[in-house]
């Protein structure tokens, strides 16, 4: 273990989970997670507050002791094998996890000599990082007087000092404002083109759209979907097209065009010149949506029907989401349940 | 002991240099780990870790500087008159004992600590490292040794003016001096096992002061045993803290008391088997 070779002997998965709970009390946290991912991607977790997000990185990280169910990390029982799994695996955690008493020097430093690190190579790494992180200047600095930004970078710096094959963000971002967001992003693609895995948990659905391959929804303990973003906006089919007629009365004829030429469910809005069609196309960009809404709308032009206004609405993760977990407060602006003509045409159009 | 957090007199993010994700990626490359340090070395980085808050916070110094004296000036006049005749008297017996009890007492502290430092993220990292577990732990009692050595010094030098006059001479303070650090170290861990196992930091102070009042009240350090009725010689007899006074007491004093020394090491010994373990477990399952 004094060494480390990224490429390993180890071909597998970066984390295999099989059944893996949790439970505090009555409250099971973690209520059967299986997961799967692949060394050199970046994995995101899901879910809303409480969802069990942060107990299953503990869990990993060997924080935790899981009551049931086996968790391996790099083929390594993270309870049996703590140790391996620790050498490989590095943790930024939800609330900043360095010293806030000491400087961001003093902090990278106390790591990089915990880790085996001479004195002055621990002094020459912590220069370098803070250097490549833009934090010269607080270098000297207590990091209990850092902003919120500057945290999550010294945070994240220290969980590279030794550059981990697996890198656990727990909300890297969550209070941070957009271009301090923005920032953190690029250090997490920097880091995972250098071949880290990373498991990412958050709650906002675009940080996971922009940096995730594949995502897995969490709620109550449980993975609700799993897949790419494609296959999970794909399951929820949520491509809405909304038409504003100039004539009300129109609105039947416009509502029997829509549903052939669309193929899918229309629905009249209380406004009575308003309808919105469902189409099922969950492919990330789109286009076959606006293919056949624009075929809709020469049909409805030809059959002399004036539309006033017209929009694609880009189905989204936070569909997505709301959809899965129900946790909408919306329920009319919340996507139906996908049809099963949708799901064949998203197959299509997906392939 | 503030470390509570003051709000970020915040820097603004738009004043910091951009990341560099260029020089980031060549830091990312060198990936040579070096050899794993062991038990020691790492015990003593979380050792230097303890110096380094007490170099931020210099405040904390409080208990081991005008605490112990005010507990010196505090005793010797209002006994010293009463118990031996005159206060520079009373102090020939009383300043080895008063070592005793401030020493004792101000490892209350370390439970304290433990408690607030615990629940802070950075815990989750020191334990997510391949690190000899107990370290941390240990770190945090090397940093205590260094606090209880500063208040011995400045507990001395105090009564040395008052007219303290050790027979022991130099050899023979130092010699206490070590053995009260030495136990007050395997002591700590008591309070570490506290620190981690009650919830809040009110109920360590309530817990330490509980079993701290009686276990040095009821000692040989203001009044000798003799003097006290059958069952309470018993008690204080049997005191931990009595066996180390009463050692501390006569190294200070040039007699070289073996079965005192040999009780309180022992008194140490059984500290560190018992509530090390104990600690170490509920420090696992935090």
Do not use: C
Request: hydrophobic share 45%.
């Amino acid at each position: 273990m004094t060494s480390k070779n990224r490429t390993d002997q180890w071909a597998g998965p970066a984390i295999e989970t099989a059944g893996l709970v949790k439970t505090f009390g009555d409250n099971r946290a973690v209520d059967g997670v299986d997961l799967r991912i692949e060394a050199g991607t970046v994995y995101g977790l899901l879910g809303p507050n409480g969802a069990g997000k942060t107990t299953t990185v503990r869990m990993l990280a060997t924080l935790l002791r899981p009551d049931g169910g086996e968790a391996h990390v790099f083929g390594h029982d993270v309870v049996r094998e703590a140790d391996a799994v620790r050498t490989r695996v590095s943790l930024t955690g939800q609330y900043a996890s360095v010293d806030e008493d000491l400087t961001g020097t003093e902090n990278l430093v106390l790591l990089a000599r915990l880790t085996g690190h001479s004195k002055k190579a621990s002094y020459d790494r912590a220069a370098q990082l803070l250097d490549a992180f833009g934090l010269s200047e607080a270098a000297a600095r207590q990091v209990k007087n850092y902003s919120g930004g500057m945290r999550r970078r010294i945070d994240i710096a220290a969980s590279i000092l030794n550059t981990p094959d697996l890198l656990f963000l727990d909300e890297p971002t969550t209070g941070l404002d957009p271009r301090s967001r923005n920032q953190v992003w690029e250090i997490v693609r920097a880091v995972v083109a250098q071949g880290t895995t990373v498991l990412l948990t958050t709650q906002y659905l675009d940080e996971a759209d922009q940096l995730a391959a594949r995502i897995a929804v969490i709620d109550k303990g449980k993975v609700i979907a799993e897949g790419t973003k494609g296959e999970l906006k794909a399951s929820v089919g949520a491509g809405a097209v909304h038409v504003r007629l100039r004539d009300a009365h129109q609105r039947p004829d416009a509502e029997r065009l829509l549903r052939q030429a669309l193929d899918a469910d229309i629905q009249l809005e209380p406004d009575p010149v308003a309808l919105t069609a469902r189409v099922g196309n969950g492919s990330s960009n789109g286009a076959g949506a606006a293919e056949k809404a624009s075929r809709a709308l020469a049909e409805l032009a030809h059959a002399g029907i004036t539309v006033d206004n017209f929009s694609l609405g880009q189905p989204s993760l936070d569909e997505v989401f709301l959809a899965l977990t129900g946790k909408s407060d919306h329920a009319e602006t919340s996507p139906q349940p996908p049809t099963k003509q949708a799901q064949q045409q998203t197959k299509e159009a997906t392939a | 002991m503030s470390t509570a957090t003051k709000p970020t007199n915040g820097t603004d993010t738009a004043d910091l240099a951009p990341v560099s994700t260029e020089s980031l990626a060549a830091l990312l490359v060198s990936t040579e780990r070096p050899p794993r340090p062991n038990a020691i070395q790492t015990s003593f980085t979380f050792g230097w870790r303890a110096m380094l808050k007490i170099k931020h916070v210099p405040e904390q110094l409080f208990d081991v500087t005008a605490f112990p004296i005010m507990l010196v000036l505090m005793y010797t006049y209002l006994f010293g008159g009463a118990l031996a005749g005159s206060p520079r008297e009373y102090i020939q017996y009383l300043l080895p004992g008063i070592l005793v009890m401030s020493v004792t007492m101000i490892t209350m502290y370390t439970g304290l600590a433990v408690n607030i430092d615990i629940e802070k993220g950075v815990f989750d990292r020191f334990r997510s490292l391949p690190i000899w577990r107990p370290s941390t732990l240990v770190g945090y009692l090397l940093g205590d040794a260094l606090r209880y050595a500063m208040a011995s010094v400045v507990m001395l030098s105090v009564g040395l003016i008052m007219g303290f006059r050790p027979d022991g001479g130099v050899q023979g303070v130092l010699g206490g001096v070590l053995l009260l650090i030495i136990f007050s170290f395997a002591f700590s861990w008591v309070w570490t096992m506290f620190g981690l196992l009650l919830r809040t930091e009110k109920s360590v102070m309530g817990v330490s002061m509980m079993i701290l009042f009686p276990l040095t009240f009821l000692s040989d350090i203001f009044v000798r045993p003799e003097t006290m009725p059958g069952w309470l010689q018993a008690f204080v007899n049997n005191n931990p803290i009595t066996h180390l006074s009463s050692a501390v007491r006569g190294l200070m004093d040039g007699s070289w008391p073996t079965a005192e020394i040999a009780w309180s090491l022992g008194w140490a010994g059984l500290f560190v088997a018992v509530f090390g373990p104990v600690t170490m477990r509920l420090y696992n399952r935090k």
